[in-house]
């Protein structure tokens, strides 16, 4: 072969390459112009919006991706999912920025939801209807001074759709009304390829199962979902009122208080689905601290025959206050920050019982400063009969608590000894609560990177099914992330994605070349 043939065939590699490249910058670019004219953001680090967009509820998990899409028509969310997955570009979907493991954010691609804020509740049907971009905050405003409640979060700054995909309990109205999952009517997808599907009950039925509770992130970008609100009739006050008890003990016998606890709720509670609990434990060596949040969806003049006999037992609460809230009152009374000042680990153990053994781990949870720890604590939701529809991807119909430990801190050299503490007491806690076999899983919204057994804990026997729907609906699993629902005979892998990065760097370095070979001949 003569020298001028090996030019030519170098020529022609150089420049299939090259064209290809540029074909992928080509329809960045022009998916980039095609957002932007249609009132959408396209946000780089030097942008002044960047930082804001960018920032995650939790500061111990913070990542700052490459580029953020802020699409503002459902046809652009579309055009999006189709121009990056067929170049086998990796995304994340950004709602609420509240997934306590980063998954709505990595180092590349970001489709945030942020623009797509609309809102619309029909009083007829009972329903609200919510775009992708709605957090909790902008529908409790809109339900402020009506009868309803939604199903959302206690946190008002968490997104409305991360939430219900998880399941998402209220703490305060869940066992009344069901899981946000329990209540949506239907949702519409955008898959991989950019296709529209509706996912309801009688609809792509599988889809719609799998949406309700088989977690963020899988499946398809949900661009928007209805759901049913509930009137709150039973408590007889105006706009949706509630009796929101505020119970505290400070530095009593806790272990006794949480015994007569425990005894209230199987002898009222469990069969009385009008009370609610958020309970938190601190304790240290020198001090304790016991609070419960307590909805009663029923009449005030019911409080003192139905919680009395309870709290007239020894210990007596140290403190202890009756408010008349609404929905909105709660989450201001509650004034979570957004986002979080300190770094926090949370994690979750799903919980038929507590028994003795695990309250000697809960009580025991007392870790030292030399992980300069702010704060440590133990949450108890009470969830018993809050999961109203069995026929959902959310695996936990049968549990009475979702326990739910956490740590806080400032510093990031902190941050393994932080998350070993906190890991090492859900070990014991699963340890102490095997013999009863009291702790089947764990909550999916409270995704932590660092479970062992994840899939197991998550979904339980829900994990084949699941993993038979994603292969349906994302076949080449485009809708990724370490702790998501791989389909079967996935042809492709993490291995196989393309970085943008990689793209924009790759294609300069041909394009310099491609410059040289030309420039020498
Ligand atoms: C302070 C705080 C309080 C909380 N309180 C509660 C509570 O009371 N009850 C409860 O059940 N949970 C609670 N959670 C957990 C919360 O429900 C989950 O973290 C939830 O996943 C957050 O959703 P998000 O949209 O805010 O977060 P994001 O981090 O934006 O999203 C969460 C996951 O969903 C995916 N996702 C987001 N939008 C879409 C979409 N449109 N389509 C497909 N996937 C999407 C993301 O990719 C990510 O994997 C709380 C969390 C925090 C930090
Ligand atoms: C909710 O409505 C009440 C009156 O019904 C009003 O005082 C309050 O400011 C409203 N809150 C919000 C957050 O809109
Ligand atoms: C979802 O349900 C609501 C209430 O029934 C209905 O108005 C709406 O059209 C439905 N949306 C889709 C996409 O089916
Ligand atoms: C709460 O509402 C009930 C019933 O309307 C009323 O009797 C009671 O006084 C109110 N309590 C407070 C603290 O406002
Ligand atoms: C509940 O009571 C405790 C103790 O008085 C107090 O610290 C806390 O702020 C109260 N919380 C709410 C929401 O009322
Ligand atoms: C305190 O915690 C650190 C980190 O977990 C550990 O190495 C150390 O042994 C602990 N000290 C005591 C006194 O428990
Ligand atoms: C939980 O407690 C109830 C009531 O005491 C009991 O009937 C049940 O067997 C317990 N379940 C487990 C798994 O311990
Ligand atoms: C997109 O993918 C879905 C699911 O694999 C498929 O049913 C649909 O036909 C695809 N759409 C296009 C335009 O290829
Ligand atoms: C991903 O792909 C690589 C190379 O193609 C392969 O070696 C690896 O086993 C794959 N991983 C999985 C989880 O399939
Ligand atoms: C993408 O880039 C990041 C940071 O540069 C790197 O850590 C990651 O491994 C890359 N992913 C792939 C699939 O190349």
């Given at each position: 072969?003569?020298?001028?043939?090996?030019?030519?065939?170098?020529?022609?590699?150089?420049?299939?390459?090259?064209?290809?490249?540029?074909?992928?910058?080509?329809?960045?670019?022009?998916?980039?112009?095609?957002?932007?004219?249609?009132?959408?953001?396209?946000?780089?680090?030097?942008?002044?919006?960047?930082?804001?967009?960018?920032?995650?509820?939790?500061?111990?998990?913070q990542?700052?991706?490459?580029?953020?899409?802020?699409?503002?028509?459902?046809?652009?969310?579309?055009?999006?999912?189709s121009?990056?997955?067929?170049?086998?570009?990796p995304?994340?979907?950004?709602?609420?920025?509240?997934?306590?493991?980063?998954?709505?954010?990595?180092q590349?691609?970001?489709?945030?939801?942020?623009?797509?804020?609309?809102?619309?509740?029909?009083?007829?049907?009972?329903?609200?209807?919510?775009?992708?971009?709605?957090?909790?905050?902008?529908?409790?405003?809109?339900?402020?001074?009506?009868?309803?409640?939604?199903?959302?979060?206690?946190?008002?700054?968490v997104?409305?759709?991360?939430?219900?995909?998880?399941?998402?309990?209220?703490?305060?109205?869940?066992?009344?009304?069901?899981?946000?999952s329990?209540?949506?009517?239907?949702?519409?997808?955008?898959?991989?390829?950019?296709?529209?599907?509706?996912?309801?009950?009688?609809?792509?039925?599988?889809?719609?199962?799998?949406?309700?509770?088989?977690?963020?992130?899988?499946?398809?970008?949900?661009?928007?979902?209805?759901?049913?609100?509930?009137?709150?009739?039973?408590?007889?006050?105006?706009?949706?009122?509630?009796?929101?008890?505020?119970?505290?003990?400070?530095n009593?016998?806790?272990?006794?208080?949480?015994?007569?606890?425990?005894?209230?709720?199987?002898?009222?509670?469990?069969?009385?689905?009008?009370?609610?609990?958020?309970?938190?434990?601190?304790?240290?060596?020198?001090?304790?601290?016991?609070?419960?949040?307590?909805?009663?969806?029923?009449?005030?003049?019911?409080?003192?025959?139905?919680?009395?006999?309870?709290?007239?037992?020894?210990?007596?609460?140290?403190?202890?206050?009756?408010?008349?809230?609404?929905?909105?009152?709660?989450?201001?009374?509650?004034?979570?920050?957004?986002?979080?000042?300190?770094?926090?680990?949370?994690?979750?153990?799903?919980?038929?019982?507590i028994?003795?053994?695990?309250?000697?781990?809960?009580?025991?949870?007392?870790?030292?400063?030399?992980?300069?720890?702010?704060?440590?604590?133990?949450?108890?939701?009470?969830?018993?009969?809050?999961?109203?529809?069995?026929?959902?991807?959310?695996?936990?119909?049968?549990?009475?608590?979702?326990?739910?430990?956490?740590?806080?801190?400032?510093?990031?050299?902190?941050?393994?000894?932080?998350?070993?503490?906190?890991?090492?007491?859900?070990e014991?806690?699963?340890?102490?609560?095997?013999?009863?076999?009291?702790?089947?899983?764990?909550?999916?919204?409270?995704?932590?990177?660092?479970?062992?057994?994840?899939?197991?804990?998550?979904?339980?026997?829900?994990?084949?099914?699941?993993?038979?729907?994603?292969?349906?609906?994302?076949?080449t699993?485009?809708?990724?992330?370490?702790?998501?629902?791989?389909?079967?005979?996935?042809?492709?892998?993490?291995?196989?994605?393309?970085?943008?990065?990689?793209?924009?760097?790759?294609?300069?370095?041909?394009?310099?070349?491609?410059?040289?070979?030309?420039?020498?001949?």
């Amino acid at each position: 072969m003569s020298d001028s043939y090996i030019h030519l065939y170098i020529t022609i590699i150089i420049l299939s390459v090259c064209f290809v490249i540029n074909a992928q910058s080509d329809s960045l670019n022009t998916l980039e112009s095609t957002i932007i004219s249609h009132g959408g953001q396209v946000l780089r680090i030097t942008d002044p919006q960047y930082k804001a967009a960018a920032t995650l509820h939790n500061r111990a998990i913070q990542i700052w991706p490459d580029l953020i899409l802020r699409p503002a028509t459902y046809d652009d969310v579309s055009l999006a999912l189709s121009t990056l997955s067929s170049l086998r570009i990796p995304i994340r979907i950004m709602g609420g920025r509240h997934s306590y493991g980063g998954y709505c954010s990595h180092q590349g691609i970001v489709l945030d939801s942020a623009l797509l804020k609309d809102l619309n509740i029909d009083w007829t049907t009972e329903t609200v209807t919510m775009q992708a971009g709605v957090i909790w905050a902008d529908v409790y405003r809109a339900l402020n001074g009506s009868e309803y409640v939604a199903l959302g979060g206690l946190c008002p700054t968490v997104g409305v759709v991360g939430f219900t995909l998880g399941g998402g309990y209220n703490a305060m109205y869940s066992r009344s009304f069901g899981l946000a999952s329990d209540n949506v009517l239907n949702f519409t997808v955008a898959l991989y390829n950019g296709t529209v599907v509706t996912a309801s009950s009688t609809i792509n039925s599988d889809l719609y199962w799998a949406l309700r509770g088989g977690g963020g992130g899988n499946f398809g970008y949900v661009l928007e979902m209805t759901q049913k609100i509930h009137r709150m009739s039973e408590t007889k006050m105006p706009n949706g009122q509630f009796s929101f008890l505020n119970i505290t003990w400070v530095n009593i016998d806790i272990r006794t208080a949480l015994t007569n606890w425990l005894t209230f709720l199987k002898n009222v509670a469990d069969d009385d689905t009008r009370i609610s609990f958020n309970v938190i434990i601190a304790v240290n060596s020198e001090s304790n601290f016991l609070m419960m949040y307590c909805s009663f969806n029923g009449p005030s003049v019911e409080i003192n025959s139905v919680f009395g006999p309870w709290l007239s037992q020894n210990p007596k609460p140290t403190f202890y206050d009756v408010f008349n809230y609404t929905q909105t009152d709660i989450s201001r009374a509650l004034g979570i920050p957004f986002p979080v000042v300190n770094r926090e680990h949370v994690l979750s153990a799903m919980a038929i019982n507590i028994t003795e053994a695990m309250l000697d781990v809960i009580l025991d949870f007392q870790p030292n400063s030399t992980a300069g720890l702010v704060g440590s604590w133990t949450e108890l939701i009470y969830l018993h009969n809050a999961n109203k529809d069995k026929n959902t991807a959310y695996a936990f119909p049968d549990i009475s608590f979702d326990i739910a430990p956490g740590v806080s801190w400032t510093n990031p050299d902190a941050d393994p000894d932080a998350i070993e503490i906190s890991e090492k007491f859900l070990e014991k806690l699963i340890d102490a609560a095997a013999p009863s076999k009291s702790i089947v899983g764990a909550y999916l919204n409270y995704i932590d990177p660092y479970l062992r057994d994840w899939q197991k804990m998550y979904y339980r026997n829900h994990w084949d099914r699941l993993r038979e729907i994603q292969t349906k609906w994302d076949p080449t699993w485009y809708f990724r992330f370490p702790q998501g629902i791989p389909p079967y005979n996935q042809q492709s892998n993490d291995s196989q994605l393309t970085n943008r990065s990689v793209v924009t760097i790759g294609s300069l370095i041909m394009l310099v070349l491609s410059q040289c070979f030309c420039l020498m001949h």
